[in-house]
């Protein structure tokens, strides 16, 4: 099984699509770090007799600024990962689970005794592995990045917040984001397995999010079982886990939008987690089904 494992890296890190989707969630990063200390200082110009009042706009220019000096800074490195970082991985997964398809290559594997199961597990155990380095590979520049703004905001970092509970949390900050990954990249695996096609399972798992969020909250007008469907949903449930990734004691996190939530209110991580951990296992009951029961054609 390693070995297997060790052969996928080996054909994902030949390919340029790995290189090129980690490149492109550096630049967001660096965008999104960058672009609110833009609006900090285009907000910090505006005068007290301009159209926000000075008592909100110093509270508006404390909270941006707390969220762009370290260690606050951490949450919106890793909230921007779970974001944007997820549709990066639906078109990286597509592409790896779904090209083969396209190649031929499924069936050729297949014949020289890989074993159907141990084939489809080493490809979806090396992209979850990769999404961890991702997920640590951007953690670096996001924190240098945090280096930047804080040092503009402030001229220089009291770098006592290192001890005490910080890397703890940041640990803990690393396995939720990567857990709640792991259910779009099984989802996506699932559709490019069900369809044979690497396009299918791109549009599928990028159209997904943006239309269950609709249907969500249309749904959460509706007193009763409306609300109880959200409760359910998988965005609802990725976004309570996000929001424990709080550098202070309030659940609140950059990026994250607590609207899904209920008055702001976090439900239990292990409700939330159950529910993701069975998304996810059904995602990968059908895959592996209909990966055992269907002929590899040339």
């Known amino acids: 099984m390693v070995r297997l494992i060790q052969t996928e890296f080996f054909k994902i890190r030949k390919r340029r699509m790995p290189w090129v989707l980690l490149g492109i969630m550096i630049v967001l990063m660096a965008l999104f770090q960058f672009g609110m200390y833009g609006g900090y200082r285009s ?3 505006i005068s007290e007799a301009g159209p926000m009042q000075a008592p909100g706009r110093q509270e508006a220019l404390t909270q941006i600024g707390n969220l762009l000096s370290l260690p606050r800074a951490t949450e919106g490195i ?3 990962f779970q ?7 639906v078109i990286l997964v597509g592409s790896v689970v779904g090209a083969e398809y396209a190649w031929g290559t499924v069936r050729t594997s297949i014949i020289r005794g890989i074993g159907r199961d141990r084939y ?7 992209l979850l592995l990769l999404t ?3 997920l640590i590979t951007t953690f670096v520049f996001g924190f240098i990045f945090a280096v930047g703004t804080t040092l503009l905001l402030k001229g220089s970092i009291d770098w006592g917040f290192l001890g005490g509970l910080y890397v703890p949390r940041v640990l803990a900050m690393f396995g939720r984001t990567w857990f709640v990954l792991a259910v ?3 989802m996506a695996a699932m559709v490019a397995v069900l369809a044979r096609s690497s396009a299918v399972a791109i549009g599928v798992g990028i159209a997904y999010p943006i239309i269950e969020s609709i249907v969500v909250s249309i749904l959460a007008s509706i007193s009763g079982w409306g609300e109880t469907v959200r409760e359910y949903s998988i965005g609802y449930n990725i976004s309570s886990v996000m929001a424990l990734n709080a550098m202070g004691e309030r659940y609140t996190s950059a990026g994250i939008n607590l609207g899904n939530v209920p008055g702001g209110l ?3 991580f292990w409700r ?3 529910l993701l951990v069975g998304y996810g296992l059904a995602f990968l009951v059908v895959a592996f089904y209909s990966f055992r029961k269907r002929d590899l054609t040339t």
């Open 43 to 45: 907000l910090e110009s």
């Open 78 to 80: 890793f909230s921007m």
């Open 83 to 89: 974001s944007a970082g997820g549709f990066l991985l």
């Open 120 to 126: 489809l597990l080493s490809k979806l155990a090396a």
């Open 132 to 134: 961890l380095a991702g």
């Open 184 to 186: 779009p990249v099984s």
């Open 266 to 268: 976090v439900p239990a």
């Open 272 to 274: 939330t987690a159950s």
